[in-house]
């Protein structure tokens, strides 16, 4: 075994390297053995820090992305994904994108609160916000700190919009909020499915749910009437591409009526963390995955251009999207766009809050006269409109 290496079960990466942004870094002698330091374990347990950030929506104007709104409970994420584009963010913390980024997760357990402050702001205007736009909000240690539903708890107040990603099926924990959320149409859960092979999810996803419990969780979501669907990624070109359409398949007989896909992103530390993955894992396929990488960046691993760091061009990147529409119709997918009215929003201002409980507790009855004060309330104040709001899920 190489000195700086730390080979983890359970784990994605196999080490830790260097933070682009740090002078200092670990230099082991030459015949240090990581095992046994490791306490027993062959690896690092997974460590859980105080994250006191002030505000908890984060805010873009990338013009590929198609949200502008989303919110991350988590920094870094356990379920341990080699590709995971986000590896590089735990980098701005100290931190390192290998093995870091798995086992020191940044928990901000303020998130509930801060959300309700924020949406309660007369500056708030309604719109869609992304549930796990960077780390899977329903890693495995939300089961027990609950930090997503309670987040759930307080859209639901608010009837504001939300679209969630997730690879893990504890999603479907909170099937009582997403229905009540799916009432008022403000709600689209997608799960995140790289392929239905679950030796290969195994070392490369290795604590997501198995490929079997996201198509479960598709069809339990489907049945309790909550919009679902399925995003295929990363395509990996050379390793998974080929899977594209039995996804898709297995995911529209589950019940999914929405569909999208993004190809594997590299940028910074994964690059290296990606390539020395393959050479462990998938020696055989190694360069010819790179290769197709690279002819659809122009030569580079990743490039960053916006318009071009989802899909790539070229060839393969051509290919992989035909692929993908011609299966989508196939398996009876009709659309990959999703709207969301934004109508039916709770204006909960701290200066109204007793009026507008009031008005929200109105039996259902009422409903006409009820929407014809929200919207006469939602003028005045400006923060709200009757008009829909529609966006294109991230590829």
């Not at 986000?86 to 290998?98: C, I, Q, T, V």
């Not at 809050?353 to 259902?364: G, H, I, N, P, Y």
Request: some cysteine; charged content about 25%; aromatic content about 8%.
């Amino acid at each position: 075994m190489q000195a700086e290496q730390l080979i983890s079960a359970h784990r994605g990466a196999a080490e830790n390297p260097p933070n682009r942004f740090e002078k200092i870094h670990l230099e082991p002698d030459e015949d240090w053995n990581p095992e046994a330091d490791a306490d027993g374990g062959p690896g690092p347990r997974t460590q859980f820090f105080k994250d006191h950030s002030q505000a908890v929506i984060a805010r873009n104007d990338s013009p590929d992305i198609g949200f502008q709104a989303s919110l991350n409970p988590y920094r870094g994420c356990e379920h341990g994904c080699i590709y995971c584009y986000a590896r590089p963010f735990h980098e701005y913390l100290g931190f390192s994108a290998g093995l870091d980024f798995e086992s020191k997760i940044m928990v901000k357990e303020d998130a509930p609160e801060l959300l309700r402050r924020e949406l309660s702001s007369p500056k708030w205007q309604p719109q869609v916000i992304f549930l796990s736009g960077v780390t899977d909000c329903y890693q495995p240690v939300e089961r027990k700190l609950k930090l997503t539903r309670r987040c759930l708890e307080v859209l639901a107040e608010f009837r504001n919009p939300v679209f969630i990603v997730t690879k893990n099926r504890l999603v479907t924990r909170d099937i009582d909020l997403l229905a009540e959320l799916a009432r008022h149409h403000a709600v689209s859960v997608w799960l995140s499915i790289t392929t239905l092979d679950s030796e290969l999810r195994n070392v490369m996803e290795p604590r997501t749910s198995p490929p079997a419990a996201r198509l479960a969780a598709i069809r339990e979501l489907a049945v309790a009437g909550i919009p679902v669907g399925v995003n295929v990624a990363p395509i990996i070109p050379g390793l998974t591409d080929h899977e594209t359409p039995a996804i898709l398949k297995a995911a529209a007989e589950a019940g999914a009526t929405s569909a999208g896909y993004t190809v594997v992103r590299l940028p910074h530390a994964v690059a290296p963390l990606f390539e020395k993955w393959l050479e462990t894992h998938f020696p055989d396929r190694k360069e010819k995955v790179l290769n197709r990488l690279r002819a659809m960046h122009g030569g580079k691993l990743y490039d960053s251009q916006w318009g071009k760091r989802f899909g790539g061009e070229g060839i393969f990147a051509e290919q992989i999207s035909q692929m993908f529409q011609v299966a989508r119709r196939k398996a009876g997918i009709s659309t990959t766009n999703l709207s969301f009215p934004r109508r039916h929003f709770v204006v909960r201002a701290a200066r109204s809050c007793r009026f507008f409980s009031a008005v929200a507790a109105l039996d259902e009855r009422h409903s006409a006269v009820t929407d014809r004060r929200y919207k006469s309330i939602h003028n005045h104040l400006r923060v709200a409109s009757s008009s829909a709001a529609s966006f294109s899920s991230p590829a």
